[in-house]
């Protein structure tokens, strides 16, 4: 199994410019997570989403367009890339939100580190 | 909302050294996490508790729920220990985190 694969590792925009993240799991995770890891902070949920067709925001979504057509992607789209963008950014999955309680183990990707000019 | 709290920010060690990390967080919780990011950047789940202790390897988690506080040790420290340590708990009891700040360790031979 892969667990979960983000791409691309790197990734340098211009200020207004527009890209796609991906994030893919092949664990048949429900819930899957966007955070972003910026220098002195903590993890800040970008969105997030507890199964195919369910997205909702987190704390930072300003910014930020998700969508869930599948169980196993959960894109995350800059839509007008801006300077304080610049961020790394992960992608989460876990079993899911029913039952759990919050005791289900969360599975990162690799991470994407960010630039924008 | 749960604010999460992580002491020491940083933290260096010579090997072999006996190494605590402390989490205090502020409303009550269904179960606390600690992770680990390494120097590459990857992030991997070290342990999830909700009472007691956990013990793997050479890394111990307590949690102590009417304080809120939890502690993470390392016994015995090497240097392929150095990573950042984070803790993180639920949101209303939900699969949403809210992270520490993280405990940057550095192990020195």
């Known amino acids: 199994n892969a667990g979960v694969t983000q791409t691309p590792k790197f990734q340098v925009l211009k200020t207004g410019q527009s890209m796609t993240l991906q994030c893919a799991q092949d664990?048949?995770?429900?819930?899957m997570s966007w955070y972003r890891q910026d220098p002195g902070m903590g993890l800040r949920l970008i969105h997030y989403?507890?199964?195919?067709?369910?997205?909702d925001q987190g704390e930072v979504p300003n910014g930020y367009n998700v969508s869930r057509s599948t169980t196993e992607d959960f894109p995350l789209r800059l839509l007008s890339a801006a300077p304080s963008q610049t961020s790394v950014y992960f992608c989460?999955?876990?079993?899911?939100?029913?039952?759990?309680?919050?005791?289900?183990?969360?599975?990162f990707g690799a991470g994407t580190r960010l630039s924008v000019l | 909302k749960n604010e999460v709290e992580q002491s020491p920010q940083n933290l260096t060690a010579q090997e072999g050294e006996f190494i605590t990390i402390n989490c205090s967080y502020s409303?009550?919780?269904?179960?606390l996490h600690w992770l680990q990011q390494h120097p590459g950047g990857g992030i991997v789940s070290l342990f999830m508790?909700?009472?007691g202790k956990k013990k793997h390897g050479r890394l111990i988690a307590t949690i102590n729920i009417q304080e809120k506080h939890s502690s993470l040790h390392i016994t015995a420290s090497h240097p392929r220990d150095s990573a950042v340590y984070i803790c993180?708990?639920?949101?209303?009891?939900?699969?949403?985190?809210?992270f520490g700040t993280g405990t940057r360790l550095q192990v020195f031979p």
């Open positions: 989460a999955s876990s079993y899911g939100l029913a039952g759990g309680g919050g005791k289900n183990i969360q599975y």
């Open positions: 664990m048949n995770h429900e819930y």
């Open positions: 989403s507890v199964g195919a067709g369910i997205t």
């Open positions: 409303v009550g919780i269904s179960a």
């Open positions: 508790l909700s009472s």
């Open positions: 993180a708990v639920p949101s209303y009891n939900t699969d949403k985190l809210i």
